[in-house]
């Protein structure tokens, strides 16, 4: 099972601290490990907790939905006590992903000071914390601090601690209520409370960590107060960062959509909500005339009032460009009236500057919704009375009258560009000029490829659009970039993750010949004929919609094909379309060829090998060979087969005889792999792990179990004799044919050796 990107496994296998993915039941089984994880000496199967901690993580685990620290007693591998520090969330229903480490010094280290009867002086001269000692049966909190002065340790207890609470001055009210809590029952195990206090009532309040646990005393517990205010305004710092928009400073639009969404969730069916899309008039002009900066101040000021018309509970986000959306639930019809006038006249009384007499209006378009309405409904009905507001005057609202306006799509899809109704563009404007200004006003070349997509998917009225790169070198064809009009109920969404695959050369040829005789083409299922029966596959899709197939190609062996897709069968293209398409193509290509001229770095790490030095292949040059013996196989009508080979107790064995001697085991094997493997076999090493996968190709009827489990036995011939901790290697066999999923089959072969447990090497042949 993938729980992961590629990228992200990266991350997490290079991260300093112990990352884990384990299942939420009872027994905790581990389904993944990162190096530093598999380093330590944690147990590897499943994660331990000790029966006096099992209750407190259970119910911990199972309500991880937003991430929960956990502090809990576990075993090593070696059966000592362990103390460890866990930071876990939940992955799904079944799964958790978690950071560790083991705290156990610390533990250690605390429980000395414990026992200690000095009151923690030492601790204290070393720290600018606060600890405390409260007697719950006298009611008196007595807190123990170092003297400035003479770095003498002074004490101040406080008399009637829980029961002044609400009358104290020492700690913020809201942050008392979990305090009050503790009164009258016993507290078990740590605690950890953060709130605002302050040691006098000269000092403003600041926040302090509290940990609380149970003395060694009836009826006492101890506990310290650490400062954490900085760390607390870091944090506020950066939520503000990612949730408001640096300009406006109103939520961006992500985190504005959410919330909206999250409202919408709990609307209740006989309470109604108003849903906004406002829109700044003649926005453009603004910008021409008097320069972007002065646009800022404009964008930043129209947010600023819209904020000073509406009630704090009010939903304002900005859109994008000059575009800003408002939410308000249970509203009522006079009331909203009074808001969307009260918000179109601060606008309208805005200036910049005192000697500033230029008018700055907005339209607005405005719907209403009960519970169980969805986001992307409001936002198109809102959208559509928008352009009912600009084609009525601008400086107004409209209400959605019921009838959607398809000019309007190219904002539902999420794009956006200038207004409407813009003097200075004509109804039919010229889309090429429109992509190269587009493309003129790019950042970057993916930015421009992105851009541009968007552009004539919407003005072409497409479905999905498809850039191909075509290596006739290697006879590999890699999908780099995907625009869809609408996926998962987004819209006007651009992927740009590859997928890839190899073909027969005689069927990249055919189709290269085919653009040299026209630039672009209409699929029809004639086409299909000439070419073998993989290569005929990828046209399944285009039986039930229109592909049309556009490249600029002359005689280069790296081209580039942009496969622009509609999904209506009866759709009749008129030529401009297709010359527009085709210069559209042409303008991607140039962007392409510029984007991805490889480095001679990005050819090393292509390229690279294993780092051990013996020869096998890191996991990325891994999978790229997998896809060469996937076509061969398809050619020679062979089967294709996997191994994962695990080293059983491996960190026993590294921990008896050192690691620089199981370094040197790996790499034995890794060579023997490369000695004894087929012609046509590739082997990788899993960097930082005991693992190993091979992939090779065979003839039907080869019994690959008995073959595996000679090589596993010549091995252990050859590796030498070791007493203590005798070097045992699983291997989980899995087959495929050639275009069945590559994926499946490789976690199907490691789920395979994940159940073997043996004392000697053996290889387990998966299940059909």
């Not at 000692?133 to 008399?159: A, G, H, W």
């Not at 969730?265 to 972007?292: R, S, Y």
């Not at 065979?698 to 008995?706: A, I, K, M, P, S």
Request: glycine share 4%.
């Amino acid at each position: 099972m993938t729980y992961f990107l590629k990228e992200d496994y990266e991350i997490y296998d290079s991260l300093p601290c112990s990352a884990v993915v384990f299942s939420v039941d009872d027994n905790y089984k581990i389904y993944y490990t990162n190096d530093t994880y598999n380093n330590g000496n944690f147990n590897q199967d499943n994660i331990i907790v000790e029966e006096e901690c099992r209750k407190s993580f259970d119910n911990t685990i199972r309500s991880a939905d937003t991430p929960k620290r956990l502090y809990f007693k576990s075993k090593n591998l070696s059966g000592d006590s362990i103390y460890i520090c866990m930071f876990a969330v939940k992955l799904d229903d079944k799964h958790i992903f978690a950071l560790l480490f083991d705290d156990s010094e610390n533990k250690k280290k605390f429980m000395e000071l414990e026992n200690q009867c000095s009151k923690y002086i030492i601790a204290l001269s070393a720290t600018n914390e606060y600890f405390f000692e409260y007697d719950s049966q006298k009611d008196t909190n007595t807190i123990f601090y170092m003297s400035s002065i003479d770095n003498e340790m002074l004490e101040r207890p406080v008399q009637n601690f829980m029961k002044n609470l609400d009358n104290n001055t020492y700690m913020f009210q809201e942050d008392t209520i979990l305090l009050k809590s503790l009164k009258g029952r016993p507290v078990k195990g740590e605690l950890t409370i953060d709130a605002r206090m302050r040691m006098n009532d000269s000092e403003p309040f600041e926040w302090y960590r509290l940990v609380l646990k149970p003395s060694e005393k009836t009826n006492t517990y101890i506990g310290c107060a650490r400062n954490i205010n900085e760390t607390k305004k870091k944090e506020e710092q950066l939520k503000l960062k990612a949730h408001i928009d640096p300009l406006s400073k109103v939520l961006n639009r992500e985190t504005a959509i959410e919330k909206i969404r999250e409202r919408l969730k709990t609307q209740k069916m006989n309470e109604e909500c108003a849903f906004i899309v406002l829109d700044i008039d003649n926005f453009k002009n603004i910008n021409d005339t008097f320069g972007h900066l002065y646009g800022d101040a404009v964008i930043a000021m129209v947010a600023g009032s819209i904020k000073s018309t509406l009630d704090s509970k009010d939903i304002i986000g900005r859109f994008g460009g000059d575009e800003f959306l408002v939410y308000i639930d249970n509203t009522k019809p006079e009331k909203l009236e009074r808001k969307l006038e009260n918000i179109r006249l601060a606008i309208l009384k805005m200036r910049i500057d005192k000697n500033d007499e230029k008018d700055i209006s907005c339209s607005m378009g405005v719907t209403l919704g009960r519970g169980g309405v969805k986001y992307e409904d409001l936002f198109r009905q809102a959208d559509s009375a928008l352009y009912m507001a600009k084609t009525n005057g601008k400086n107004r609202f409209e209400y959605f009258n019921g009838e959607f306006i398809d000019k309007n799509a190219l904002t539902y899809a999420g794009i956006m560009t200038e207004e409407y109704e813009s003097e200075e563009v004509s109804e039919n404007h010229d889309i090429i000029m429109v992509a190269l200004e587009i493309a003129s006003k790019s950042t970057d070349s993916d930015n421009a490829i992105s851009n541009l997509m968007r552009h004539i998917g919407v003005a072409v009225n497409l479905d999905c659009i498809q850039i191909m790169k075509y290596d006739m070198i290697n006879d590999k064809v890699e999908i780099e970039f995907q625009w869809w009009k609408e996926h998962d109920g987004d819209y006007n969404v651009v992927f740009t993750d590859k997928k890839s695959g190899y073909y027969e050369h005689n069927d990249l040829v055919l189709f290269k010949k085919r653009f040299q005789k026209d630039n672009i083409f209409k699929y029809t299922p004639a086409f299909k004929e000439e070419f073998t029966q993989k290569y005929r596959n990828i046209f399944e899709a285009a039986e039930h919609v229109q592909m049309i197939y556009s490249s600029n190609t002359e005689n280069e062996d790296v081209y580039y094909v942009v496969c622009y897709q509609c999904w209506d069968k009866q759709r009749i293209w008129e030529k401009n379309e297709f010359d527009d398409m085709f210069e559209i193509t042409k303008i991607l290509s140039m962007f392409m060829k510029s984007s991805h001229i490889i480095t001679e770095r990005e050819k090393f790490l292509q390229n690279k090998v294993d780092n051990d030095d013996c020869g096998v292949f890191t996991l990325s040059k891994f999978e790229e060979e997998v896809g060469r013996i996937t076509r061969n196989a398809h050619v020679t009508n062979k089967k294709i087969g996997f191994v994962y080979f695990n080293f059983n107790r491996f960190y026993e064995f590294n921990r008896i005889y050192g690691r620089e001697e199981g370094d040197r085991v790996l790499k034995q094997f890794a060579k023997f792999l490369l000695v004894s493997s087929e012609e046509v076999c590739v082997n990788c090493h899993l960097n930082g792990t005991d693992k190993f996968i091979s992939c090779f190709m065979f003839e039907e009827g080869v019994d690959l179990e008995t073959k595996i489990q000679q090589k596993l036995e010549a091995f252990s011939d050859t590796v030498g004799n070791y007493k203590e901790c005798p070097v045992v290697i699983t291997a989980g066999i899995t087959t495929i044919n050639p275009g069945e999923n590559v994926t499946e089959a490789l976690d199907l072969a490691y789920h395979t050796l994940k159940g073997a447990n043996a004392e000697k090497s053996i290889c387990i042949m998966a299940k059909e």
